[in-house]
């Protein structure tokens, strides 16, 4: 197999910042794809494609429709969507993942990864999470999940055939054996997994064996990949899957997160994919290593087209990168009622429902500006950072006056206030990467104001960023930002987003 070439240069990880977990990448000819977990936000399995492993554009959403993805009112924030597996197979895309809040495993097929994709086939016999597709020489299709277990399945009527077996637990002692897939790599079957929890002991182990069923043979040096225990600067490394480039050479792409701040560490865009070569040594994959700074691979990079810091409402479709809370953007916002503005109807009471209407992107970059002129019409609403219902901050534009709030837990404070004339404003929200000081010192701040047409910002309030961080909050997800109607009609004409670092 093809050794890792080292060109010199390097490039930047995470390939995919913010909050962008559970990679699973395949190749079609020069082209990548990949697709990662969604949790709560509708639509749901976001879908990337690259051209040289480095530099990925969002071509769509896999489940884009009601009808493909329920996500009841009632299921918790971090639930819904976990852990998809991405193949191509006698040239169709398989999708298989898990909705823990309405029927569990479920695949959908495509002939285009940018979608359609189809109506959901069920696997009601397919009992753990993180499921994965492998087809053997004769075309029998095994179902792979979390455990480890495995099971022969029809992947058309979503019927399991035979009994479910236990294939291979993980490194003796260790906790949640999860995320399999299932490779036939040279002579043998490779069942790569993730341990250790999605937390700091996070890892990836590999076993081989003659066939998909095993039996399985642990690699020796166990974890192939793991940075627990050090003061790496990306974390949480795991759940990975691997693929191969056309010159030969192997990569693996995986999920890790950069805490910030003090002691214990704040991660606060959730779990973003990262890129890591692989070498292989004896039979065994040979991972890493898995930097903030990646080895260029040896091929020209290929950047896709610029992605846009401004949204201006001006087109019917929203870009794919927006998601909202629970239910189809399409229900409760529209760009069609005021010509050029995106326009949220209010349903509950803002962003501490788990019904709120919220239109937002992942926040990338652990230092980024953003801004969006609201008019508030007869309502209120505004920007807002959200972890889940209970750990948001916002700004929030209503009649004559502007607010800064904050919900931690089952604190919830009004921090700032400042009369505005009626009618639209430009809302505003600097998220600033702290430099750690002292052990205490949080990841970043996030400072709230107002933009005056000068263009002169008026902070109203400087927050600390802890409070918004998986640490703090739990989860799985990480920080979304965006639009929101709290009460009545909310208009926006626009929507930036700068990023201030490389991401
Ligand atoms: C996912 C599991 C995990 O199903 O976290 O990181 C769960 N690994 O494999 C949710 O992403």
């Given at each position: 197999?093809?050794?890792?070439?080292?060109?010199?240069?390097?490039?930047?990880n995470p390939?995919?910042?913010?909050?962008?977990?559970?990679?699973?990448?395949?190749?079609?000819?020069?082209?990548?794809?990949?697709?990662?977990?969604?949790?709560?936000?509708?639509?749901?399995?976001?879908?990337?494609?690259?051209?040289?492993?480095?530099?990925?554009t969002?071509?769509?959403?896999v489940?884009?429709?009601?009808?493909?993805?329920?996500?009841?009112?009632?299921?918790?924030?971090?639930?819904?969507?976990?852990?998809?597996?991405?193949?191509?197979?006698?040239?169709?895309f398989?999708?298989?993942?898990t909705?823990?809040?309405?029927?569990?495993?479920?695949?959908?097929?495509?002939?285009?990864?940018?979608?359609?994709?189809?109506?959901p086939?069920?696997?009601?016999?397919?009992g753990?999470?993180?499921?994965?597709?492998?087809?053997?020489?004769?075309?029998?299709?095994?179902?792979?999940?979390?455990?480890?277990?495995?099971?022969?399945?029809?992947?058309?009527?979503?019927?399991?055939?035979?009994?479910?077996?236990?294939?291979?637990?993980g490194?003796p002692?260790?906790?949640?054996?999860?995320?399999p897939?299932?490779?036939?790599?040279?002579?043998?079957?490779?069942?790569?997994?993730?341990?250790?929890?999605?937390?700091?002991?996070?890892?990836?182990?590999?076993?081989?064996?003659?066939?998909?069923?095993?039996?399985f043979?642990?690699?020796?040096?166990?974890?192939?990949?793991?940075?627990?225990?050090?003061?790496?600067?990306?974390?949480?490394?795991?759940?990975?899957?691997?693929?191969?480039?056309?010159?030969?050479?192997?990569?693996?792409?995986?999920?890790?997160?950069?805490?910030?701040?003090?002691?214990?560490?704040?991660?606060?865009?959730?779990?973003?994919?990262?890129?890591?070569?692989?070498?292989?040594?004896?039979?065994?994959?040979?991972?890493?290593?898995?930097?903030?700074?990646?080895?260029?691979?040896?091929?020209?990079?290929?950047?896709?087209?610029?992605v846009?810091?401004?949204?201006?409402?001006?087109?019917?479709?929203?870009?794919?990168h927006?998601?909202?809370?629970?239910?189809?953007?399409?229900?409760?916002?529209?760009?069609?009622?005021?010509?050029?503005?995106?326009?949220?109807?209010?349903?509950?009471?803002?962003?501490?429902?788990?019904?709120?209407?919220?239109?937002?992107?992942r926040?990338?970059?652990l230092?980024?500006?953003?801004?969006?002129?609201?008019?508030?019409?007869?309502?209120?609403?505004?920007?807002?950072?959200?972890?889940?219902?209970?750990?948001?901050?916002?700004?929030?534009?209503g009649?004559?006056?502007?607010?800064?709030?904050?919900?931690?837990?089952?604190?919830?404070?009004?921090?700032?206030?400042?009369?505005?004339?009626?009618?639209p404003?430009?809302?505003?929200?600097?998220?600033?990467?702290h430099t750690?000081?002292?052990?205490?010192?949080?990841?970043?701040?996030?400072?709230?104001?107002?933009?005056?047409?000068?263009?002169?910002?008026t902070?109203?309030?400087?927050?600390d960023?802890?409070?918004?961080?998986?640490?703090?909050?739990?989860?799985?997800?990480?920080?979304?930002?965006?639009?929101?109607a709290?009460?009545?009609?909310?208009?926006?004409?626009?929507?930036?987003?700068?990023?201030?670092d490389?991401?």
């Open positions: 197999m093809a050794e890792h070439q080292r060109t010199g240069g390097t490039v930047a390939v995919i910042p913010g909050f962008h977990p559970d990679p699973s990448i395949c190749r079609v000819g020069d082209d990548y794809y990949l697709a990662c977990s969604s949790f709560e936000y509708f639509p749901g399995v976001p879908v990337f494609h690259s051209r040289d492993l480095v530099h990925w969002q071509l769509g959403n489940l884009d429709r009601p009808s493909q993805l329920r996500l009841p009112v009632e299921s918790p924030s971090s639930a819904g969507i976990y852990a998809p597996t991405l193949r191509y197979h006698e040239g169709r398989w999708l298989i993942v909705n823990v809040s309405d029927g569990g495993n479920l695949l959908v097929t495509a002939t285009d990864p940018a979608g359609p994709w189809s109506e086939v069920r696997l009601p016999g397919v753990g999470i993180d499921p994965d597709l492998a087809w053997d020489e004769d075309g029998t299709c095994w179902c792979t999940y979390a455990g480890i277990g495995q099971v022969r399945i029809d992947p058309r009527t979503g019927e399991t055939l035979g009994a479910p077996r236990r294939l291979w637990s490194t002692g260790g906790k949640a054996p999860e995320a897939h299932l490779y036939r790599i040279g002579e043998y079957w490779y069942l790569l997994i993730a341990e250790g929890g999605t937390e700091r002991g996070h890892g990836v182990s590999i076993a081989r064996g003659p066939a998909p069923t095993g039996p043979e642990p690699c020796p040096a166990n974890p192939i990949l793991t940075h627990r225990s050090s003061d790496h600067p990306v974390q949480n490394t795991g759940h990975a899957d691997l693929v191969q480039a056309p010159d030969g050479s192997w990569w693996m792409v995986a999920l890790g997160v950069r805490p910030g701040g003090g002691t214990p560490g704040w991660h606060v865009l959730g779990r973003e994919t990262f890129l890591a070569p692989v070498n292989w040594v004896d039979g065994w994959p040979v991972v890493g290593p898995l930097d903030l700074d990646l080895p260029a691979p040896p091929w020209p990079l290929r950047p896709g087209a610029a846009p810091d401004r949204d201006d409402f001006d087109a019917h479709e929203l870009r794919p927006w998601i909202s809370v629970r239910s189809r953007l399409e229900e409760h916002c529209t760009t069609t009622e005021r010509a050029g503005w995106l326009t949220l109807r209010a349903r509950g009471s803002g962003m501490d429902d788990p019904g709120v209407v919220f239109v937002g992107r926040q990338q970059h230092s980024c500006r953003v801004r969006a002129l609201a008019d508030p019409a007869d309502g209120r609403g505004g920007l807002a950072v959200r972890l889940d219902e209970e750990h948001h901050y916002e700004i929030e534009a009649p004559g006056e502007v607010t800064v709030l904050a919900r931690v837990g089952p604190l919830r404070t009004v921090v700032a206030a400042l009369a505005v004339p009626d009618g404003v430009v809302l505003g929200i600097d998220v600033a990467a750690p000081g002292e052990p205490r010192s949080g990841p970043d701040f996030l400072t709230f104001g107002v933009e005056e047409p000068d263009g002169a910002f902070a109203l309030a400087t927050l960023g802890r409070y918004l961080s998986t640490e703090v909050a739990g989860g799985f997800t990480g920080r979304i930002i965006g639009m929101y709290a009460d009545g009609t909310v208009h926006f004409d626009w929507f930036g987003y700068e990023p201030l490389h991401g």
